[in-house]
């Protein structure tokens, strides 16, 4: 029976190959009927562009350019800073490819450097059908690195068509003696080659590297120099993805956090180039065959999860290659992807205790991942909700709550400064989820929220604003599958305007004209992706707005509560950072939506007197968190600017 079961499973896979062979000849035909429709298109615009019309209408052109932006850009100004931005991109894209490299001074001091303990990095690559020229340049990348403490490791599963590709790396493999080749009997898959070529290397660290990609020139010294000075057992840097001939034609900049597990369970940002030290790989399994497609995400959660001290290093120095068939330029090229991610991810959480997790695709890209935790309702959240506003608002509050809330373990603390205001709420306290409490202590909104914490008989704090609105009904839920985690310390929902524009996504430690801290994406449409995904995903975050924050009442009380020194604004990030010098993870969450009417330090700029204990407070925070703000925010990049909310590049004056 089983023997007749095989066969069965046997015909129906030798039938869907069929299909999928015919599938693959037909599109390589179309293929070459598009690639030769688009040289000849080529062929017809360079005739074009070289007739004497085409000169003579330069200027109309120029002028129905400067009409479409105006159309869409509204204003001068707006059109004025997207050429400037055009233009500072191009600018970027030199300075951070060939311009990047070390020049002849540069080489002889890395090369020359005095290392403690010269570790060997063993790269490994996998190879299959690898075009010649991107072959040659993948292993040039290499050969001239500045940092001589290098084995190249290359297993071969190509097929005969391109025996070429042999042929290449025994030329260069006779003249360096660093360079190890072995042609494999068959191809195995990403996971079998990438494990073949494990079996090749000798070094005490291990770097994966694509067949099609190319290494700046001074990457593996940097890596040297921090796992000597860091002791970093796991290392990352940023990367660029180019197309054509030139890394210079770069077609998106990914400049990363540090460090962050949340993110890294959502999106595999960490990707390339990873180098990490031997025997972390000899306390796991090698490259799962199941997870092809996805075998860098599940090797990196499961390395990173070992790791002591995983070290980025904030500078672009691995280019990937976009390419008809690559993931880089096309998912649907590998579908098999996004279903081997989640899989990986699931592994991932079960070796954490945690089960049960829902993972679907967001709208960013379809393997970056929505998360949602299993949740225990038992849980009981006390939302503490102080007057700030109008009776009226926070009366809106209160009814948006408990008509939209679809969680109803709940109690909500509304906190009154004002003795005559308490009988305006007695419709509202017939509900017995809602108690008022009369505070009478001084005008601070700090002590406000502290006061109604301790009076809270939840295990879960939400601390809010009196003008939000609850967009998302599952907002509660969202937050505290989260909050429930004893790894988390602060949850931050996603805040919008009322014209559905971004208010808070997170806080940039060192961000904004005051240089303490600022909200990124500021200003954002709402249907914005964000910088590399980011508005789409749930991300760990150096602190979250408290107009809707959501954490733990005893971590609250562990950390002292808010500060009531820090009465007007600051609080919350003060609060936060707290948490994290506890050792606690912030998450910023995209799938807790709610309007904020206001802005969080309400009469900022027209009550002078605010103004002035603002900056007082700006003083305060700073003298206190001096070590964080010059170390630089974990969760940013010093790439981007701390002028804009934008994910701007911060370039070098000249």
């Given at each position: 029976?089983?023997?007749?079961?095989?066969?069965?499973?046997?015909?129906?896979?030798?039938?869907?190959?069929?299909?999928?062979?015919?599938?693959?000849?037909?599109?390589?035909?179309?293929?070459?009927?598009?690639?030769?429709?688009?040289?000849?298109?080529?062929?017809?615009?360079?005739?074009?562009?070289?007739?004497?019309?085409?000169?003579?209408?330069?200027?109309?052109?120029?002028?129905?350019?400067?009409?479409?932006?105006?159309?869409?850009?509204?204003?001068?100004?707006?059109?004025?800073?997207?050429?400037?931005?055009?233009?500072?991109?191009?600018?970027?894209?030199?300075?951070?490819?060939?311009?990047?490299?070390?020049?002849?001074?540069?080489?002889?001091?890395?090369?020359?450097?005095?290392?403690?303990?010269?570790?060997?990095?063993?790269?490994?690559?996998?190879?299959?059908?690898?075009?010649?020229?991107?072959?040659?340049?993948?292993?040039?990348?290499?050969?001239?690195?500045?940092?001589?403490?290098?084995?190249?490791?290359?297993?071969?599963?190509?097929?005969?068509?391109?025996?070429?590709?042999?042929?290449?790396?025994?030329?260069?493999?006779?003249?360096?003696?660093?360079i190890v080749y072995e042609k494999l009997e068959r191809n195995e898959g990403i996971s079998g080659n990438t494990n073949q070529c494990y079996?090749?290397?000798?070094?005490?660290?291990?770097?994966?590297?694509?067949?099609?990609?190319?290494?700046?020139?001074?990457?593996?010294?940097?890596?040297?120099?921090?796992?000597?000075?860091?002791?970093?057992?796991?290392?990352?840097?940023?990367?660029?993805?180019?197309?054509?001939?030139?890394?210079?034609?770069?077609?998106?900049?990914?400049?990363?956090?540090?460090?962050?597990?949340?993110?890294?369970?959502?999106?595999?940002?960490?990707?390339?180039?990873?180098?990490?030290?031997?025997?972390?790989?000899?306390?796991?399994?090698?490259?799962?065959?199941?997870?092809?497609?996805?075998?860098?995400?599940?090797?990196?959660?499961?390395?990173?999860?070992?790791?002591?001290?995983?070290?980025?290093?904030?500078?672009?120095?691995?280019?990937?290659?976009?390419?008809?068939?690559?993931?880089?330029?096309?998912?649907?090229?590998?579908?098999?992807?996004?279903?081997?991610?989640?899989?990986?991810?699931?592994?991932?959480?079960?070796?954490?205790?945690?089960?049960?997790?829902?993972?679907?695709?967001?709208?960013?890209?379809?393997?970056?991942?929505?998360?949602?935790?299993?949740?225990?309702?038992?849980?009981?959240?006390?939302?503490?909700?102080?007057?700030?506003?109008?009776?009226?608002?926070?009366?809106?509050?209160?009814?948006?709550?408990?008509?939209?809330?679809?969680?109803?373990?709940?109690?909500?603390?509304?906190?009154?400064?004002?003795?005559?205001?308490?009988?305006?709420?007695?419709?509202?306290?017939?509900?017995?989820?809602?108690?008022?409490?009369?505070?009478?202590?001084?005008?601070?909104?700090?002590?406000?929220?502290?006061?109604?914490?301790?009076?809270?008989?939840?295990?879960?704090?939400?601390?809010?604003?009196?003008?939000?609105?609850?967009?998302?009904?599952?907002?509660?839920?969202?937050?505290?599958?989260?909050?429930?985690?004893?790894?988390?310390?602060?949850?931050?929902?996603?805040?919008?305007?009322?014209?559905?524009?971004?208010?808070?996504?997170?806080?940039?430690?060192?961000?904004?004209?005051?240089?303490?801290?600022?909200?990124?994406?500021?200003?954002?449409?709402?249907?914005?992706?964000?910088?590399?995904?980011?508005?789409?995903?749930?991300?760990?975050?150096?602190?979250?707005?408290?107009?809707?924050?959501?954490?733990?009442?005893?971590?609250?009380?562990?950390?002292?509560?808010?500060?009531?020194?820090?009465?007007?604004?600051?609080?919350?990030?003060?609060?936060?950072?707290?948490?994290?010098?506890?050792?606690?993870?912030?998450?910023?969450?995209?799938?807790?939506?709610?309007?904020?009417?206001?802005?969080?330090?309400?009469?900022?700029?027209?009550?002078?007197?605010?103004?002035?204990?603002?900056?007082?407070?700006?003083?305060?925070?700073?003298?206190?968190?001096?070590?964080?703000?010059?170390?630089?925010?974990?969760?940013?990049?010093?790439?981007?600017?701390?002028?804009?909310?934008?994910?701007?590049?911060?370039?070098?004056?000249?």
């Amino acid at each position: 029976m089983d023997n007749e079961k095989q066969m069965q499973e046997l015909a129906f896979y030798k039938e869907e190959y069929a299909k999928l062979k015919k599938e693959n000849v037909e599109l390589e035909t179309k293929l070459t009927f598009a690639e030769r429709q688009r040289d000849e298109a080529e062929a017809k615009l360079a005739k074009i562009k070289g007739s004497f019309a085409w000169k003579l209408s330069k200027p109309l052109r120029a002028l129905r350019v400067l009409y479409i932006h105006w159309s869409y850009y509204k204003t001068p100004k707006k059109i004025i800073e997207r050429f400037k931005n055009k233009k500072l991109e191009k600018k970027a894209h030199e300075y951070l490819g060939l311009r990047s490299f070390p020049n002849e001074q540069e080489r002889k001091e890395q090369e020359g450097y005095n290392f403690k303990e010269k570790h060997t990095i063993s790269i490994l690559v996998p190879l299959y059908n690898t075009p010649e020229n991107f072959l040659k340049e993948m292993i040039d990348s290499v050969v001239y690195q500045t940092y001589g403490g290098w084995e190249l490791c290359l297993a071969d599963g190509s097929d005969d068509n391109h025996a070429y590709v042999g042929e290449i790396c025994r030329e260069y493999a006779k003249k360096d003696a660093r360079i190890v080749y072995e042609k494999l009997e068959r191809n195995e898959g990403i996971s079998g080659n990438t494990n073949q070529c494990y079996k090749l290397a000798t070094g005490d660290f291990i770097g994966l590297f694509d067949h099609d990609d190319i290494l700046h020139p001074g990457v593996l010294f940097e890596y040297a120099k921090v796992i000597e000075e860091k002791g970093a057992d796991y290392v990352y840097c940023d990367e660029a993805t180019f197309t054509g001939d030139s890394i210079n034609n770069m077609i998106t900049l990914h400049f990363k956090p540090d460090y962050a597990l949340d993110t890294l369970r959502a999106n595999n940002y960490i990707c390339h180039f990873s180098v990490f030290k031997r025997t972390l790989l000899q306390e796991t399994e090698l490259f799962r065959k199941e997870y092809d497609g996805s075998q860098d995400h599940d090797m990196i959660l499961r390395l990173t999860s070992l790791a002591k001290n995983v070290v980025h290093v904030p500078r672009i120095l691995y280019y990937w290659r976009a390419h008809a068939g690559s993931v880089a330029s096309n998912i649907e090229a590998k579908l098999y992807c996004i279903d081997s991610a989640k899989r990986a991810i699931e592994d991932h959480l079960q070796h954490y205790d945690i089960h049960n997790t829902q993972i679907t695709s967001t709208r960013a890209f379809e393997t970056i991942f929505r998360l949602q935790y299993e949740l225990n309702t038992d849980s009981k959240v006390s939302i503490i909700l102080p007057r700030t506003s109008s009776v009226e608002k926070i009366c809106k509050c209160v009814e948006n709550i408990r008509k939209k809330s679809s969680f109803d373990n709940y109690e909500l603390i509304m906190i009154e400064k004002e003795e005559k205001n308490l009988e305006c709420y007695t419709e509202l306290t017939k509900d017995p989820a809602v108690r008022i409490i009369h505070y009478k202590g001084n005008d601070n909104l700090s002590a406000m929220y502290n006061y109604g914490a301790k009076e809270a008989t939840g295990e879960f704090l939400l601390l809010l604003d009196d003008e939000i609105e609850f967009i998302t009904t599952d907002f509660i839920q969202e937050l505290l599958m989260y909050a429930q985690r004893s790894d988390v310390g602060a949850v931050g929902a996603k805040l919008l305007y009322p014209g559905d524009t971004i208010c808070h996504s997170g806080i940039v430690i060192g961000l904004g004209p005051d240089k303490v801290a600022g909200y990124i994406h500021h200003k954002y449409e709402n249907e914005h992706i964000g910088y590399m995904g980011r508005l789409c995903y749930a991300q760990n975050t150096s602190a979250v707005s408290g107009a809707a924050l959501m954490v733990k009442k005893a971590d609250f009380e562990k950390c002292g509560g808010y500060d009531e020194q820090l009465s007007v604004s600051l609080k919350d990030v003060d609060l936060c950072l707290r948490l994290r010098q506890l050792g606690y993870l912030n998450v910023f969450t995209p799938f807790a939506e709610a309007y904020h009417a206001g802005l969080l330090d309400k009469g900022l700029e027209s009550n002078e007197m605010i103004r002035q204990k603002y900056l007082e407070e700006c003083q305060i925070f700073r003298e206190r968190w001096q070590g964080v703000l010059e170390k630089g925010d974990p969760y940013y990049n010093p790439n981007f600017t701390l002028e804009k909310s934008d994910y701007s590049l911060n370039m070098p004056k000249k």
